[in-house]
Nanobody, 124 residues
Framework: QVQLVESGGGLAQAGGSLRLSCEAS????????MGWFRQAPGKERDVVAG????????YYADSVRGRFTISRDNSKNTVYLQMDSLKPEDTAVYYC?????????????????WGQGTQVTVSS
């Protein structure tokens, strides 16, 4: 059974930083791409970033490019999202997801498994 467990969410001030982690179990983590998505109240779930199976390819939403960095440590079955220069509009529940493919992909349909989500709140 595949499990994805996110951690690291919380409250930050605008301009601050947070680092999210997502540890995977139950599947050969290193063979698949991973992604981070977010969903704000009343809005659809949108892609934030994705990373290929070896970490060489990445994808970022325009709204976070240059501020957020996705990375992975296959030895720890963990993917990270470093979030800098946070803005109030980054407030959302953040989800990590495990893909059925090997390349970074912005489409939610490319991902088979999802974590339970972690709340990120950015105050102005």
């Amino acid at each position: 059974q595949v499990q994805l467990v996110e951690s690291g969410g919380g409250l930050a001030q605008a301009g601050g930083s947070l680092r999210l982690s997502c540890e995977a179990s139950g599947r050969t983590f290193s063979r698949y791409a991973m992604g981070w998505f977010r969903q704000a109240p009343g809005k659809e779930r949108d892609v934030v970033a994705g990373i290929g199976w070896r970490g060489a390819s990445t994808y970022y939403a325009d709204s976070v490019r240059g501020r957020f960095t996705i990375s992975r440590d296959n030895s720890k079955n963990t993917v990270y999202l470093q979030m800098d220069s946070l803005k109030p509009e980054d407030t959302a529940v953040y989800y990590c997801a495990l893909s059925s493919g090997v390349t970074a992909n912005p489409r939610p349909t490319a991902y088979d498994y999802w974590g339970q989500g972690t709340q990120v709140t950015v105050s102005s």
